[in-house]
């Protein structure tokens, strides 16, 4: 039984995801630029439901942002900080190890560490770092520091990408977190992180971690200064990776928060609702070879997140518990969900809440 619309002027491509069909650039751009939302949501569900059933995956999770000095100091980020600033800080070694530890025997299965480019920081300190939170954490799966940090380790220690990740994973790394992708076109990065490495370097360091056996997500940070045939390639390059290693485990479109950046602006106030649930839509027909599309309800919301969950979603991330990041950017979501409340939510939107670990092990299912 068909499932498209007739005569829609997506029934080409309707069709293709209807029998399986790998979509093309253009044809994701044609996506991107419909208004047809709930046509998007509905061939989207469609490939949500072949994947996983009713099943939507969320986590126990803790978040730590280890320092918020940064030599990049990118336009779209509110966080960093240059060491001078009244405001910047980081946290010792004893000061992290302590929050570890007061979520030990809480039930968390994930710890999420990322911060700035703080050139005081050495490979040794995150090293230690790693060691004091797999001690204070067993059994916890460690995934952090972005491929960013990763390659400003390796340069600041004039090393390779593979050496450092090597390292860290023997101190206890389990996984890269997505983050730093924003939009691979070099026009864009040159316009909002003119110092950050570039879009091939980041495909590359996270094509490392693969090769190591590391599991890793993937981002793409919108609604800011890129076309949509720039977030469409951005999809077609992580697509291609995906190919190659098989190494991604989700995808997180990540909506932009202009306040307090150098680009907020009179008139900028961020994504809307329709663009949150349109990019989500489209990030599951396009990138066919990643198991899982993550709502990150801290950036959308919980409520557009639970609504997404009929427009390809299958992941509502976790519990986070503390978020710095995003909310100096303006983000006005609590910084914690409890595991109550995204069961609630999961169930309330017909699905079926499966607790996770990072590589989307169940641990309870049901409810």
């Given at each position: 039984m068909r499932t498209y619309y007739k005569n829609s002027s997506l029934e080409d491509i309707a069709h293709k995801v209807e029998t399986g069909q790998r979509l093309s650039g253009e044809d994701g751009l044609r996506l991107l630029k419909s208004s047809h939302l709930l046509e998007l949501g509905r061939m989207a569900d469609l490939v949500r439901q072949r994947k996983h059933g009713d099943r939507v995956y969320f986590i126990l999770n803790r978040h730590i942002n280890h320092t918020n000095v940064c030599v990049n100091r990118c336009k779209f980020c509110a966080f960093g900080r240059d060491e001078d600033n009244p405001g910047s800080y980081t946290l010792t070694l004893d000061e992290i190890e302590r929050k570890a530890y007061d979520y030990r025997g809480r039930g968390i299965t994930e710890i999420h560490i990322v911060g700035g480019l703080n050139e005081k920081l050495g490979l040794d300190y995150y090293c230690e770092m790693l060691k004091r939170v797999r001690l204070a954490l067993p059994g916890v799966i460690i995934q952090s520091f972005t491929a960013v940090e990763i390659d400003?380790?390796?340069?600041?220690?004039?090393?390779?990408?593979?050496?450092?990740?090597?390292?860290?994973?023997?101190?206890?790394?389990d996984s890269l977190p997505g983050g730093g992708a924003e939009v691979f076109s070099p026009r864009v990065r040159e316009l909002i992180c003119p110092k950050k490495m570039s879009g091939q370097r980041w495909l590359e360091v996270h094509q490392a971690a693969h090769s190591l056996g590391m599991r890793t997500n993937a981002t793409l940070l919108y609604g800011h200064v890129e076309t949509m045939e720039e977030r469409i390639d951005h999809l077609v390059k992580l697509r291609n990776l995906q190919d190659i290693t098989g190494g991604f485990l989700a995808f997180i479109p990540l909506a932009f928060h202009p306040r307090n950046t150098q680009l907020d602006h009179p008139g900028k106030s961020g994504t809307t609702g329709y663009d949150d649930l349109k990019m989500l839509a489209v990030s599951r027909l396009m990138l066919d070879n990643f198991d899982h599309i993550k709502a990150f309800w801290i950036m959308i919301g919980p409520k557009i997140a639970q609504v997404s969950l009929s427009f390809g979603v299958n992941d509502l991330d976790g519990t986070?518990?503390?978020?710095?990041?995003?909310?100096?950017?303006?983000?006005?979501?609590?910084?914690?969900?409890?595991?109550?409340?995204?069961?609630?939510?999961?169930?309330?939107?017909?699905?079926?809440?499966?607790e996770r670990d990072t590589l989307y092990n169940i641990i309870r299912e049901g409810f």
């Open positions: 400003y380790l390796a340069r600041i220690n004039n090393t390779s990408v593979e050496k450092v990740l090597s390292e860290l994973k023997e101190a206890g790394l986070v518990e503390e978020e710095k990041i995003v909310h100096d950017a303006g983000a006005e979501t609590d910084q914690r969900l409890p595991g109550e409340e995204i069961i609630r939510m999961i169930k309330a939107a017909g699905r079926v809440p499966a």
